[in-house]
């Protein structure tokens, strides 16, 4: 590798790679920062660019439309203009005509001073102005000779110049030419723009202080400008100069760019849009421009200050690591001092330490790996029965002696030993002994030197116990606890709060999944496992065991590896040890079973008692006492009771028939369908309607039915007040007319039949009064429908209080005709009812111009009586009545007629208007 690109690497010493590694990070930053902020200053230049085009493009309608408007008065005057010269006399009246349109014009036009036509030699003949007549403009710069070469049809534009009557004012005139009958040359048509009539329009798109709006004229001078300070600008200051915008954007040929440089000499760089004023179908002499600028510094201006904030930012934060990576690597620098001095704490311990060895009773052995020579203590040959001199000092005389079966494991921990990988070394294994019998051993050792260089160990030390009793008990319990469905275990919390399991059965993989290697450290992992609803019950029950010492009972539910989810019930005893710590002995097993058949049972209970509650009838349950032990939501609704409130069958029962004869008949009625369904076998109840008072005293109309079973009754109530009061409202409905709100034509033919039939038993007289309103035709042709309507509708109203009786009926029998039967009614009542029905109608003083007897609305009635018997059917009493009121119309009207007599109205028909006459109207 080159030598410069291995400089570029981190350095081999910590300290000086955790610098390189701190300014790679604060280098990689700084890009990122450095492209984010040019992001930002693309991202502002757009949104800057796209609110001056707009801005350009909302001025440039406004100005083109203008444009349009003057172009058209030009046009106009131009017309004007050529038909005065082509007339063979320019008489007065044409002139003032012409003085007149061009007032007229002169003072519609917005931003227009003055309109006026020039002659060929450059005087002003015609003028909006009158003081504007005779002057010569043959001199001006936009009467030269060059307008006679211009097309007809274009737009000549004149640089703007100070205006003499209004100091400070610009002036621009936009003219077309005026040609002669024969098409020459024959002068000029104008309008003179002002500078500030175009002040209001173009301020509106000022939007920040440092805007500047202005018109340009294409020679490199201003006619309009203006900024959001409201200070002047100069007019006067050529804007052609080769490095200004205007220049470079009529060099560029486009119709809008956006641009960044000088405006005028003068200025500082602005960010500016510059189009054309064009009007497709308006060509100009020389182009005007649109200019939109803001101050380049102004618009970087948030961008700046956003630049300094993030490189102050980033100053702070790099110190800040700087700062705080030196302080990290002082504190690393005297943790290395303590661990010298801690190892030469070790090294003067390690003379100790072989003392130790030596007088302990334990099996002692030092492996020197330099020297491949182990030291075995007297004590560790006679475990095995060996004399001093049986056993040699090679590594041989202890792996020799190990049983075949437990090599292999014995083997590779011991190599992970010797290759450095761990520190401590601890293995359970048989031995043989010298009489060839097998014990069971515990090796332990630890790594107390290492290489500098390699960090291989270069002298590890351990104790050898004899275990054989208590793996021989060990044994007998693991098969004990492995035949054992379940998990057999202990349990500890340490007084810094940490828990683990010292000890667990294999049955730990059928219950949790896990192995007890991993929560013999730490009881986190099988807190993971454990659904997070019953994780805090579990923690919280044994936090509370812990304390009180009081026996732990749990059921939770944990989601196994292999088999899913999985419900399992714990059981523990714990106990206080002497170093303040909590150990419990307990037992786990799996209830998945039995729980999800309790659960299945109780959602089934939970079911039937949901559908029970939401079903949409009420129901309850009776006992053999005839006691409620049971009733639904929509019972307690039906009947207006509270939970607490309902009482028993025959309370219940008092209270829902409150008369005496009603609720011994239901009595009667339930007895009879509950020993039907006894004796059927099937114990089902028939319906039947009741009317039930409810607590609040409301009347229901209920369909009840039930069913026996096991001496216990089930009652279901269905309302079907609602049912009943729709149905008795569409019967209402469909007997009445729409329009008066009485009877109609089928309701009252079915009243007529019935109140026949009742009369014809009862042997009374049946009364039948028909009324029509008289000449309802002329009403409807002079009023109008509509107000017909709301005629017949009032006659209905007075109509409407004369059946006092239940059995009366007053009906609208059809069109303006009406019906009062009245069962039961003597002759004499009749013909008062009739007379008095006759009276109300002409006291409502409804004006009807149009009627032959009198100016309000009247009625014309015939009544009729007949006794219902064998030779005389109800069509008799109609045409009777449908004759007699005949004959009031023909009598006069505005009256009764009862067969024999005339009986008139409150007012009599007037002298002019004879019956025949009435007639021959309503007739037509």
């Avoid at 690109?5 to 300290?15: C, K, N």
């Avoid at 005779?134 to 640089?159: D, M, R």
């Avoid at 801690?342 to 100790?352: E, G, I, P, Q, S």
């Avoid at 090796?443 to 390699?454: C, F, T, V």
Wanted: net charge neutral.
């Amino acid at each position: 590798m080159p030598p410069f690109l291995q400089r570029l690497l981190p350095p081999a010493d910590r300290y000086r790679r955790e610098w390189w590694w701190l300014t790679l990070v604060l280098i990689a930053s700084g890009i990122v920062l450095v492209v984010w902020l040019w992001q930002e200053l693309h991202s502002l230049q757009h949104r800057e660019n796209q609110r001056l085009e707009q801005q350009a493009q909302m001025l440039h309608d406004s100005l083109a439309l203008q444009m349009r408007s003057i172009d058209k008065a030009l046009g106009s005057l131009l017309a004007t203009q050529t038909a005065q010269t082509g007339s063979s006399t320019g008489s007065g009246g044409s002139d003032a005509r012409l003085q007149q349109h061009l007032e007229a014009l002169g003072s519609a036009l917005l931003g227009v001073q003055a309109l006026t036509v020039l002659d060929k030699q450059g005087v002003i003949v015609r003028s909006s102005r009158p003081d504007l007549l005779g002057v010569q403009c043959k001199s001006w710069p936009y009467f030269s000779e060059n307008a006679a070469q211009v097309p007809p049809h274009t737009l000549l534009i004149s640089p703007p110049f100070a205006s003499s009557h209004h100091a400070g004012q610009q002036i621009m005139v936009i003219a077309r030419q005026l040609p002669s009958i024969d098409g020459h040359f024959s002068g000029l048509v104008t309008a003179q723009l002002r500078d500030s009539d175009f002040h209001a329009l173009l301020r509106s798109a000022l939007h920040t202080r440092d805007s500047r709006i202005g018109l340009l004229h294409g020679q490199g001078m201003r006619f309009v400008a203006l900024s959001a300070e409201e200070a002047p600008l100069n007019t006067q200051t050529a804007l052609n100069a080769p490095d200004l915008l205007l220049a470079q954007f009529l060099a560029s040929g486009q119709t809008r760019q956006v641009m960044r440089g000088r405006v005028h000499p003068n200025d500082e760089p602005r960010l500016a849009v510059m189009q054309l004023l064009q009007v497709s179908e308006l060509p100009t002499d020389v182009p005007l421009v649109i200019a939109v600028s803001r101050d380049w510094a102004q618009v970087l201006q948030p961008w700046r200050t956003q630049l300094l904030w993030t490189v102050l930012l980033y100053l702070l934060l790099a110190v800040a690591a700087g700062l705080g990576l030196r302080a990290m690597q002082a504190n690393l620098r005297h943790l290395q001092r303590q661990e010298e001095r801690l190892h030469a704490k070790n090294r003067a311990l390690d003379a100790r330490w072989q003392a130790v060895l030596t007088a302990t009773s334990q099996g002692v052995w030092d492996y020197d790996l330099q020297q491949q020579k182990v030291y075995f203590s007297p004590v560790w040959k006679s475990m095995l029965g060996y004399e001093e001199q049986d056993v040699g000092d090679g590594i041989k005389e202890w792996g020799s002696r190990i049983h075949p079966d437990d090599w292999p494991q014995a083997q590779a921990l011991w190599a992970q030993v010797t290759q450095g990988l761990v520190e401590d070394y601890s293995s359970v294994h048989r031995m043989r002994c010298k009489d060839g019998s097998w014990r069971w051993m515990l090796n332990r050792g630890r790594i107390i030197a290492r290489d500098s260089s390699s960090n291989l160990p270069l002298r590890v030390v351990g104790t050898q116990s004899d275990i054989s009793e208590e793996h021989y008990q060990r044994q007998r319990f693991e098969h004990l606890a492995h035949n054992v469905p379940g998990m057999i275990y202990q349990l500890q919390e340490m007084p810094e709060g940490n828990l683990f399991f010292p000890y667990c059965s294999e049955g730990i993989e059928e219950i949790y999944g896990i192995s007890a290697e991993v929560l013999a450290k730490d009881v986190q992992p099988l807190h993971t496992i454990v659904h997070p609803d019953d994780l805090p019950q579990l923690i919280s029950s044994t936090y509370q065991s812990g304390k009180t010492l009081a026996l732990w009972e749990c059921e939770y539910r944990v989601n196994h590896p292999r088999r899913g989810m999985r419900w399992v019930k714990g059981r523990a005893r714990p106990k206080r040890l002497e170093d303040g710590s909590t150990l419990w002995h307990g037992y786990v097993y799996d209830i998945t079973e039995t729980k999800q058949q309790a659960i299945q049972l109780e959602a089934a209970q939970e079911m039937q008692q949901h559908l029970m509650e939401t079903m949409p009838v009420a129901l309850c349950l009776v006992d053999a006492q005839r006691q409620i032990y049971y009733r639904n939501q929509q019972f307690l609704e039906y009947f207006g009771y509270t939970a607490e409130e309902v009482p028993g069958m025959d309370a219940w029962a008092q209270h829902a028939y409150p008369e005496q004869e009603y609720r011994q008949k239901v009595s009667r009625q339930w007895r009879e369908a509950l020993e039907q369904a006894k004796a059927s076998g099937q114990g089902h109840l028939q319906e039947q309607e009741y009317r039930v008072t409810a607590r609040s005293g409301t009347l229901l109309t209920v369909v009840i039915r039930g069913m026996y079973f096991e001496d216990k009754l089930l009652v279901t109530f269905h309302d079907r007040t609602a049912q009943q009061a729709q149905a008795e409202q569409w019967q209402r409905q469909a007997s009445m007319d729409g329009l008066t709100g009485l009877a109609n034509r089928r309701e009252f033919d079915r009243c007529l039949q019935a109140e026949w039939q009742r009369c014809r038993r009862s042997g009374q007289p049946l009364s039948l009064i028909m009324l029509d309103i008289d000449f309802f035709k002329q009403y409807n042709d002079r009023y109008g429908h509509p107000q017909g309507d709301a005629c017949l509708q009032a006659v209905a109203k007075v109509l409407a209080p004369h059946a006092v009786r239940s059995y009366d009926l007053v009906a609208r029998y059809g069109g303006e005709e009406f019906a009062c039967l009245l069962p039961e009614c003597s002759w004499e009542g009749a013909i008062a009812k009739a007379q008095a029905i006759c009276r109300a109608v002409y006291d409502l003083q409804w004006e009807h111009k149009g009627s032959g007897v009198a100016k309000t609305v009247t009625v014309s009635l015939g009544v009729a009586q007949l006794l219902p018997d064998g030779n005389k059917t109800p069509a008799d009493l109609l045409a009777l009545a449908d004759a007699r009121l005949y004959a009031a119309k023909q009598a006069g009207r505005n009256g009764v007629h009862d067969g024999e007599h005339y009986l008139p109205g409150p007012s009599s028909p007037s002298q002019s208007d004879s019956p025949a006459a009435a007639i021959a109207d309503e007739a037509k």
